[in-house]
């Protein structure tokens, strides 16, 4: 019997989805406008904020903020190898250097007991991740960022709607830990919007000058001329981006964030029929949650013996008809950063990378699917 293949993730988008086009299409309003402001003010109120601003995408968003925290030429910020290319790529947008610590394996974060041996009189900024969704240990961070003065850069990519405990309640990523959060609705995130991103802050300032940079610095948005009785002439008041996040991808949004509680609740069923599987099987070995985390479990890293050929199972997986990918990619040992040193040794990040894989996990795959997942796993181990 055919099977079809079992992808690695699968956006859940649907009727919703599609009938909330048709606003931003009638009404001719397709970028930057009333539906923008609306999913920056659902979003807010959703993890906890003050501020909300869209984006075009995450890597936007931790431009801008790097940039308005103060990250220029010649400065360093300490972040993770062990992260999608764009964390470290934003850094090189500001001119800026990134200096990679290693990761606590057990979470594949950022950690916090590395951080302050890699602070220079050059450290501008903390840029810690929350890989595949897991909180970063921020009850750590926080504290370190504020005694050394630093700002903390939070790239929640892939977190949005990840809980931590802070302060004995629970709270979303993206209410205000660190100084900015920044989120990405790419279509391998747990919400998408096709691209786009967003920023929270605590900081009004900080929020006004995302607003000026997404639009090239212009001084009045559409949204205010458009409504505005009286003539208004804009300036562009310095250099900005076209870093807008369209209509159309907003009202996706809006959708898509009505659905998030039912997405994670499945996510979170799924991660844990996975966990309590993987015990079975001999030298592979599920993802730990601490207990002051709630993962949305944005993806599903399964840690395997280094006498387990990694790519060999993989082949094996796909053979089955099964997609997996290998750990989270190390940025310095990517092409485009040949002539990065190292400043610190990074063995977790590497091992993560060679000896992890990413198993399937979305809404939609089946009980009977994903226990035909379990049963290569183990076949090919
Ligand atoms: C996906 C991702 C990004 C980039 O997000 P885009 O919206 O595609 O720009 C940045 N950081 C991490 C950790 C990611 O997983």
Not at 9 to 36: C, F, R
Not at 139 to 158: F, S, W
Not at 203 to 229: C, E, K, Y
Not at 363 to 373: A, F, H
Request: proline letters at 7%; aromatic letters at 6%; charged letters at 20%.
């Amino acid at each position: 019997m055919a099977r079809d293949r079992i992808p690695i993730a699968k956006p859940m988008l649907g009727a919703e989805e599609l009938a909330a086009l048709q606003g931003p299409i009638e009404s001719g309003w397709v970028t930057q406008g009333p539906e923008v402001a609306a999913f920056e003010k659902e979003f807010a109120a959703c993890v906890g904020t003050p501020h909300a601003c869209a984006v075009a995408n995450c890597t936007a968003a931790l431009h801008l903020a790097l940039l308005v925290v103060g990250v220029k030429p010649g400065d360093e910020v300490i972040t993770v190898s062990h992260s999608y290319i764009a964390t470290a790529n934003a850094i090189r947008y500001c001119g800026a250097t990134p200096v990679f610590v290693d990761i606590d394996p057990a979470t594949y974060n950022m950690d916090p007991a590395l951080v302050e041996a890699a602070i220079s009189d050059h450290t501008r900024a903390i840029l810690c991740v929350h890989q595949m969704g897991m909180p970063c240990d921020l009850n750590a961070l926080v504290p370190l960022a504020q005694r050394n003065h630093l700002p903390l850069i939070e790239d929640g990519a892939c977190a949005s709607g990840s809980e931590i405990q802070v302060d004995g309640t629970w709270d979303r990523i993206g209410k205000p830990h660190g100084d900015i959060c920044c989120f990405s609705f790419h279509p391998r995130k747990v919400i998408t919007t096709g691209d786009g991103g967003m920023l929270t802050t605590g900081n009004p300032a900080w929020d006004a000058r995302f607003r000026l940079l997404r639009q090239h610095g212009m001084s009045i948005p559409d949204t205010a001329r458009h409504g505005a009785r009286q003539v208004m002439v804009e300036a562009s008041t310095g250099l900005g981006y076209n870093y807008r996040m369209t209509d159309l991808q907003a009202a996706v949004g809006r959708a898509q964030l009505r659905r998030l509680p039912e997405i994670i609740a499945e996510r979170r069923r799924l991660a844990a029929r996975y966990h309590a599987a993987l015990e079975a099987i001999a030298g592979v070995y599920p993802p730990h949650e601490p207990d002051w985390a709630r993962s949305n479990w944005q993806s599903y890293a399964v840690r395997l013996d280094e006498g387990i050929d990694q790519r060999k199972l993989m082949q094996h997986m796909l053979d089955a008809g099964i997609a997996t990918k290998t750990g989270i990619m190390n940025a310095h040992r990517e092409p485009c950063m040949a002539d990065h040193k190292l400043r610190f040794p990074l063995p977790h990040s590497e091992a993560a990378q060679d000896h992890g894989i990413l198993l399937p996990l979305y809404p939609g795959l089946t009980d009977e699917q994903q226990d035909y997942v379990v049963k290569n796993l183990e076949n090919g181990s």
